[in-house]
């Protein structure tokens, strides 16, 4: 008896609803272009989550806070914090106090992270437009702004406080 | 010298290709709703990779074996095959030989997964609608069909051999 009423259950749970679908496709693509750009990154010493602070670093005109890149990025400051300090210890970055605010830690990018970086940006160029080169030139732009409110809305939905880098493209 | 020539590249590197920012969306969205989807499925015991095969699973009719599951899912086998090992000991499925070809694995959905079922569904509408629920009606299909042909060229460029769910939308 059981079993039947499985089975009639499963039944109407076959279609998902768009937004379910959605995400299904979201987590598709992430994992997907993810593994690739991660495995492109290992052969430059980086992970994702590094080169995200090296772009971010550089975008913010080469050093910050742990605060500020904090409210820039989407991880949570905790981890922020650990992966700061990996970052420091292996060379990447350089926390320096600030002279004004004792209390204050500037982040800054070392030699070894500027060198890297315009190979990063290379990985990334070519990588998205091999992977991502499908979308038509002229639906892009309405594609990047659903994109980027569906984004936004997940933020205020999730209740992030945050004011996330406004990159802009070419 | 160095200093200079370095902030003279990072002037020209504000700009990121549109496909560049596409990825740095695209993750951003799979972090923020991933993180709200992961702390509602541990209420129920439950990771989000559980919740997959699970989910896929019930798709396939209740049982299935690990080779068609990793063909339609974007984890590599070796990570379905130990997830699926961990998910027999935690009682979420069975493996059983299957009785006409012996060296054939099957894979099925135990009482307890089945009665996790409708709460993973139930949790995943309430999330996705919350969280997502930005996309107007009217435009939803010409962008859920924009983010499927993102998700295949990406499956085509990787390289990926799969033939992922073709799940459909109500």
Redesign the interface.
């Known amino acids: 008896m ?1 079993k039947i009423r ?2 009639a ?2 039944g109407k ?25 991660a495995h492109e990154l290992r052969k430059i010493g980086l992970t ?1 989550e590094k080169w995200a602070v090296i772009h971010e670093l ?2 913010l ?2 050093e910050s806070t742990p605060y500020r890149l904090s409210k820039r990025f ?2 949570e400051p905790h981890s922020i914090s650990a992966l700061l300090s990996r970052m420091e210890r292996e060379g990447f970055i350089l926390k320096t106090k600030d002279l004004a605010k004792k209390n204050m830690v500037r982040v800054s990018l070392t ?1 070894k992270s ?1 060198e890297l ?2 190979k990063g ?1 290379e990985i ?2 070519e990588l ?8 038509p030139e002229g ?2 732009i309405g ?2 702004e ?6 936004d ?3 205020v ?2 209740a ?1 406080r945050k004011n ?1 880098t406004p ?4």
């Open positions: 059981i499985w089975e259950d499963m749970t076959n279609h998902l609803t768009k937004n379910h679908l959605l995400w299904i496709m979201i987590t598709q693509i992430e994992h997907i272009v993810g593994q690739a750009f994702r550089v975008y005109g080469g989407i991880y030699d500027k970086y315009p940006i990334c160029q998205f437009t091999d992977i991502m080169g499908d979308i639906d892009g594609f990047m659903s994109v980027a409110r569906l984004r809305y997940a933020l939905s999730a992030k996330l990159f802009k493209y070419e």
